[in-house]
């Protein structure tokens, strides 16, 4: 059905995303690698990938607690994850988010505004908002939105992000992407005792080769990406305020 439905949207569209999970329980290499190439043979632009993650109270969940389905294996994830780096890159793909590739010019704008810290303004139930210090979000239920914007109220929930959680985000967004984490923004933005900080707990990844300085951004190596999350929660901050 999948391969139906591109089949189809590709001959009105040129501008395609689609999703791909790797880390299945009992997917080889070889069957991963022919995922691949199935994709890659609709000549589309952009493609999201993810490890697969098991959900509470879901029917996987169950099946692997019953052994019907093996538990997942970290070293099988990543090995599908750089076989997955290796061949979008081959075929002309820039590895610029660390589940997304796309062609150039070919780059989630939604989803790089969000990786950039940019602002945007989120329209209807669900939808939130960023000012770049303070995040808000919508109710969900339709009739309550309904009800409110019809009697001139903005049905919004809103945070103010504290110094330090907006350090973190940066850190967390930015190790994620080919942009990195600058350096010289975080002193700017943050001050020096939080670009001190950074230094510090990137130390032992430099030394690891899992993070790198280059022109005076931090970014990921490429052994470092898979475990970019992790790293990134280790350069986190948690008692400045």
């Keep these: 059905e999948a391969k139906k439905c591109l089949e189809i949207a590709t001959q009105y569209f040129d501008n395609i995303t689609i999703d791909l999970i790797y880390g299945m329980p009992n997917m080889s290499n070889e069957k991963w690698l022919q995922n691949i190439e199935t994709a890659l043979s609709f000549n ?126 940066y850190i967390m967004t930015g190790l994620r992407t080919i942009w990195g984490v600058s350096l010289d923004r975080i002193e700017h933005e943050f001050g020096k005792s939080y670009l001190d900080y950074l230094n510090q707990q990137a130390a032992k990844y430099i030394e690891d080769h899992l993070l790198f300085i280059d022109d005076n951004i931090l970014r990921t190596t490429k052994s470092g990406k898979f475990l970019g999350d992790g790293i990134a929660s280790d350069l986190f901050l948690l008692n400045l305020e």
């Excluded at 879901?58 to 294996?73: N, S």
């Design 44 to 169: 589309i632009p952009h493609i999201s990938s993810y490890a697969l993650t098991i959900e509470p109270k879901t029917a996987l969940h169950k099946f692997i607690q019953q052994g019907i389905i093996p538990q997942l294996d970290d070293e099988v994830a990543q090995e599908h994850f750089h076989l997955l780096v290796d061949k979008l890159e081959e075929n002309g793909f820039i590895h610029y988010e660390l589940s997304n590739f796309g062609k150039e010019n070919f780059f989630s704008k939604n989803n790089s505004s969000y990786w950039l810290g940019k602002k945007y303004i989120g329209i209807g139930p669900s939808a939130h908002s960023y000012d770049g210090e303070k995040r808000g979000w919508n109710v969900s239920n339709n009739t309550v939105y309904l009800k409110s914007i019809a009697e001139n109220k903005l049905p919004i929930e809103t945070e103010t992000l504290t110094k330090t959680d907006r350090y973190n985000e």
